[in-house]
């Protein structure tokens, strides 16, 4: 069972650690615990629905308050402190095509605004019900959650869109067959969600971006029902389904979606190499990403990223004995360390190591064998657990993401990290700021910035210290050349014409603006 105010299952816990604690106590000051409001009070204060009782829709009180919020900071903030703010008045929860078309029309006739949830996932705020007097209601995918077709010499594979990350790749294995897509939401994030938060995945390097494994789908407007894809490319004009990628149920619901597949690989490494600094490290990242080897990742962690994560890895000995063998080689304080993976043939994976580690090498890189490597991957899905560990102990946590050119990589990065640790100064708090690197390609990569500070008094105190922090660091980002990813608006001085037919196309499809209006354009 998900649990409903904060991340993952219920029974499922991550634990900070004496030292990492220590450590965090140490940079930004002890935390501040708050009892959280217990599932059963935040269910008392659940206001009765304002709608009459229908087939298609439940009014279940749990149901509303467990569709109520996303994952982003302020949503996590208002489920821990049980007060989720407005509800849906009713979710629905269909099994097929047909049944989600009769639920919206449904809607329609009940002048609803209707927001779809996929795995809840949305760290936009995309999921928030807004206030008013229109009456909102929710549509869940999630009983849409089996593999529906598979065409193995064409290599498609069509799944209902509520299917999440583990059930996609469980379905796809007896086929021998693999998607490749893996967020770090991965276990709860759905299909659906991905196309429509044009989602990024650890191993996008080789296995692509959801924009390349999107083929088609089946889309459901209140205007009427569009079917995509069934050949390689559009064979002329502008391709619909970018319209739809990044949308977030802006346009309509998306029931079906077929996805390009492929052969399981017959072999996958991961490797460790650590760096004397973080211009190196760079440096080698960038070389090995225009040098276009068919690696799966690569993710290289900041100097404090890369101490922290030493510091949670819960092998003191082991750590010395490397810290040790480093040292010998050159490599100490402000180190930084990169991972990346290769999969593919054996002969391929072999070949690839061989490359990137030559590469390492000419920027003074260490490698230190599979050992890290195979751990992270073990636990890639696991650290957003740190969050809740985070919040028993008293700590806030949250991230900001970009996306940036190499030339400007290390000073969005610094200028990021500077503006957090100010705008929290200013408030007379620390924050314990640290990014790694990953989604490389030619141009550039993303950047992600991992945030903890001290919890506040109360709920208010904490959004507004939030909300500085978000601003600082979206000033900082814009200033310094990069693009913020996970955005509940578009960006300022975003362009205004292109808004205008992003709301044109929307009003072709959903001319009553039932469609989570007012979100995104
Ligand atoms: C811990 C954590 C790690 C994350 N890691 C990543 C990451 O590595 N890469 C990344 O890109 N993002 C990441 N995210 C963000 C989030 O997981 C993604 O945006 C994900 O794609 C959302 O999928 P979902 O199924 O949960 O969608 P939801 O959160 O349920 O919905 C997202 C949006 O899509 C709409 N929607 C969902 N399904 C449908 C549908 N079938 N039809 C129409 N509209 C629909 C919703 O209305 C909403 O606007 C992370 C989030 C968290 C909390």
């Given at each position: ?9 219920e ?5 900070l ?6 450590f ?5 000051g002890?935390g ?5 409001l ?9 206001p009765?629905p304002r ?14 308050l ?13 489920l ?33 605004i ?9 760290v936009a705020?995309q999921?928030?019900v807004p206030?008013?007097e ?20 064409a ?5 209902g869109?509520?299917t ?6 469980a ?20 299909l ?16 692509g971006s ?10 459901i ?7 995509f ?10 391709d619909?389904r ?9 346009l ?22 650590f760096f004397?600094d ?5 440096e ?11 690696l ?10 890369t101490e ?5 890895s ?7 004995w ?8 050159g490599?100490?304080?402000g180190?930084?360390?990169m ?21 390492a090498?000419?920027?003074q890189?260490?490698?230190?064998g599979k050992?890290i490597g ?5 636990n890639r899905?696991r650290?957003p ?25 290390t000073g ?6 500077r ?5 929290l100064?200013?408030m ?5 700021v ?5 989604q490389?390609?030619?141009?550039g990569?993303s950047?992600c910035?991992?945030?903890v500070?001290?919890?506040q ?5 904490d ?7 978000r ?8 200033a310094?050349g ?6 509940q ?13 992003l ?12 469609m989570?209006p007012?979100?995104?354009?």
């Amino acid at each position: 069972m998900r649990r409903w105010n904060g991340w993952g299952d219920e029974e499922d816990r991550e634990e900070l650690g004496a030292e990492l604690l220590a450590f965090l106590r140490e940079h930004i000051g002890p935390g501040r615990p708050r009892e959280d409001l217990s599932l059963a009070q935040a269910l008392a204060a659940v206001p009765p629905p304002r709608l009459p009782t229908s087939t298609r829709f439940s009014q279940d009180s749990e149901l509303r308050l467990r569709h109520a919020r996303g994952q982003s900071f302020a949503d996590y903030l208002a489920l821990r402190s049980g007060d989720p703010g407005p509800l849906a008045e009713a979710v629905a929860l269909p099994g097929t095509h047909e049944e989600t078309a009769e639920a919206l029309a449904e809607a329609g006739r009940l002048g609803a605004i209707v927001i779809a949830y996929g795995g809840g996932t949305s760290v936009a705020g995309q999921l928030q019900v807004p206030r008013g007097e229109r009456p909102v209601l929710n549509i869940s995918l999630a009983r849409m959650n089996r593999l529906l077709g598979i065409d193995e010499r064409a290599q498609l594979a069509r799944f209902g869109a509520g299917t999440p990350g583990p059930q996609i790749e469980a379905q796809l294995r007896g086929y021998r067959a693999l998607l490749g897509h893996f967020p770090q939401s991965y276990r709860h994030s759905t299909l659906g969600g991905w196309v429509m938060t044009r989602a990024s995945g650890q191993q996008s390097l080789r296995y692509g971006s959801i924009g390349q494994l999107f083929e088609g789908g089946r889309l459901i407007t209140p205007g009427g029902e569009l079917s995509f894809g069934g050949t390689p490319a559009a064979g002329s004009g502008p391709d619909l389904r970018e319209l739809l990628l990044g949308s977030q149920g802006r346009l309509g619901l998306l029931t079906e979606v077929s996805v390009r597949i492929r052969g399981l690989p017959e072999h996958e490494d991961f490797h460790a190499v650590f760096f004397p600094d973080w211009e190196n490290a760079l440096e080698a990242a960038r070389s090995i990403a225009q040098a276009e080897l068919p690696l799966s990742m690569l993710r290289l962690s900041n100097e404090l990223e890369t101490e922290t994560r030493m510091r949670r890895s819960g092998h003191a000995q082991s750590i010395k004995w490397l810290q040790r063998y480093l040292g010998m080689r050159g490599v100490g304080g402000g180190q930084c360390m990169m991972l990346f993976g290769a999969s593919g043939s054996l002969a391929g994976v072999r070949r690839m190591r061989r490359e990137a580690l030559a590469l390492a090498k000419r920027w003074q890189g260490v490698h230190v064998g599979k050992l890290i490597g195979q751990s992270w991957r073990k636990n890639r899905f696991r650290s957003p657990l740190l969050r809740n560990a985070l919040w028993e102990q008293g700590y806030a946590a949250d991230c900001v993401a970009s996306t940036v050119n190499w030339p400007a990589a290390t000073g969005l990065m610094r200028a990021v990290e500077r503006a957090a640790r100010e705008a929290l100064a200013a408030m007379g708090e620390r924050v314990h700021v640290c990014t790694h690197l990953s989604q490389v390609g030619r141009q550039g990569c993303s950047l992600c910035t991992s945030l903890v500070w001290p919890l506040q008094a109360e709920r208010e105190a904490d959004l507004a210290l939030w909300q500085r922090l978000r601003l600082a660091t979206a000033e900082a980002t814009h200033a310094h050349g990069g693009s913020l990813s996970h955005q509940q608006a578009p960006a300022p001085g975003g362009d205004e014409f292109g808004l205008r037919l992003l709301r044109a196309a929307a009003a072709a499809l959903d001319p009553g603006q039932m469609m989570n209006p007012g979100k995104l354009f």
